[in-house]
């Protein structure tokens, strides 16, 4: 794991508790070092024990050193009862809540007309339902009544969509949606719906008034050319 300085104040979330899910990995894996150099506490969760625990033990000497502690909940995000779970063992571990990450999501590398039931409902299950979940949950146990702070992921396919070294006419990308149709990216569907609709989900997030001092925002990191989700995307 390569090492960086935050360009923010030490200590800046010391006391402070987290939930990053997708937190064993990728862009939810940095986000939780990033927290861990700043003080905080934070709890990462993903389906996958193994993942999570080795983030865990490469983590703890990061945690250590900026006075936080990280634990991880194993949690599939598209289930009502584990996310609720995850929330619960979450106060049980470290008594508040302060910031929930929704990081978990995914795409699945082929065109529209190829994917199956079974991989549209994966995506929207986890992209969508899970963002829901996750964000009722961390109200229902400790943001509805103390307050929190929500901050959403989103990926926008399009604009950020990188071409091959060779890119083809017919490929398009960012340039030509209409021919929008790269393994990889999916466009038709996923793009223009799935993207959009998680995009307005978390969107009336931000423009509906939460109480109690709990805040939504959304980010949109820029262009990933490494790692798992690159690798993905061809």
């Given at each position: ?181 790269r393994p990889g990216i999916l466009r038709n569907l996923t793009v223009e719906g ?41």
């Amino acid at each position: 794991m390569a090492y960086y300085r935050s360009v923010f104040r030490t200590q800046l979330f010391m006391g402070q508790v987290a939930v990053v899910t997708g937190g064993g990995t990728g862009i939810g894996l940095q986000i939780t070092r990033e927290l861990l150099e700043l003080g905080c506490t934070v709890v990462i969760s993903s389906r996958n024990a193994q993942k999570l625990a080795s983030a865990v033990e490469a983590l703890r000497p990061v945690a250590a050193a900026g006075g936080g502690r990280v634990e991880y909940v194993v949690c599939n995000i598209r289930q009502e009862q584990q996310v609720d779970a995850l929330f619960d063992r979450v106060l049980e571990l470290c008594g508040r809540l302060d910031i929930l990450v929704n990081n978990s999501g995914g795409q699945f590398p082929a065109p529209a007309s190829m994917i199956s039931l079974k991989g549209w409902s994966a995506v929207i299950e986890t992209n969508l339902t899970g963002t829901f979940l996750c964000c009722k949950a961390a109200h229902a146990a400790w943001m509805g009544e103390h307050g929190g702070c929500i901050v959403n992921i989103i990926a926008d396919m399009v604009s950020c969509a990188v071409p091959p070294p060779t890119p083809l006419p017919s490929q398009g990308f960012a340039t030509d949606p209409p021919s929008f149709a790269r393994p990889g990216i999916l466009r038709n569907l996923t793009v223009e719906g799935v993207s959009n609709a998680r995009f307005f989900l978390r969107r009336d997030l931000l423009l509906t008034p939460l109480p109690s001092r709990c805040t939504a925002t959304s980010q949109l990191p820029g262009h990933v050319a490494h790692g798992s989700g690159a690798r993905r995307s061809g």
